[in-house]
């Protein structure tokens, strides 16, 4: 399996970006995906996530501002991130995991098993 992502760049704050992650050879049925971000020095943290049954999970610094959707095939995923501050400045990773997981397991590395080489996303003051 290869995850591929894109779409990362440099906003100001306040600006938008979109991610698009895509997935190739997945064959199996209950493949979830999600996205996670690591800042120099922290560790890496969920931002949303996806199930096979197309149920959602967002950090709580995502709700209200980040979306997560499937994309154009099944094992496709985009993140619209809107309103973006300093903060939010990260490696932006896609990764894919096997199984039902709950909401919140979608939020943990552990669960994952496949991760792409990242996006970086830059957000000045």
């Known amino acids: 399996v290869e995850l591929v992502e894109s779409g990362g760049g440099s906003v100001q704050a306040g600006g938008s970006l979109n991610l698009t992650c895509v997935s190739s050879?997945?064959?199996?049925?209950?493949?979830?995906m999600g996205w996670f971000r690591q800042a120099p020095g922290k560790e890496r943290e969920g931002v949303a996530g996806?199930?096979?049954?197309?149920?959602?999970s967002y950090a709580d610094f995502a709700k209200g501002r980040f979306t997560i959707s499937q994309g154009n095939t099944k094992n496709s995923l985009h993140l619209q991130m809107l309103n973006l501050q300093p903060d939010d400045s990260a490696m932006y990773y896609c990764a894919g995991g096997y199984g039902w997981p709950s909401l919140s397991a979608l939020l943990l590395a552990r669960h994952y098993v496949n991760w792409g080489q990242g996006t970086q996303v830059t957000v000045s003051s």
């Open positions: 050879g997945v064959t199996a049925n209950n493949y979830f």
């Open positions: 996806r199930t096979n049954e197309a149920k959602w």
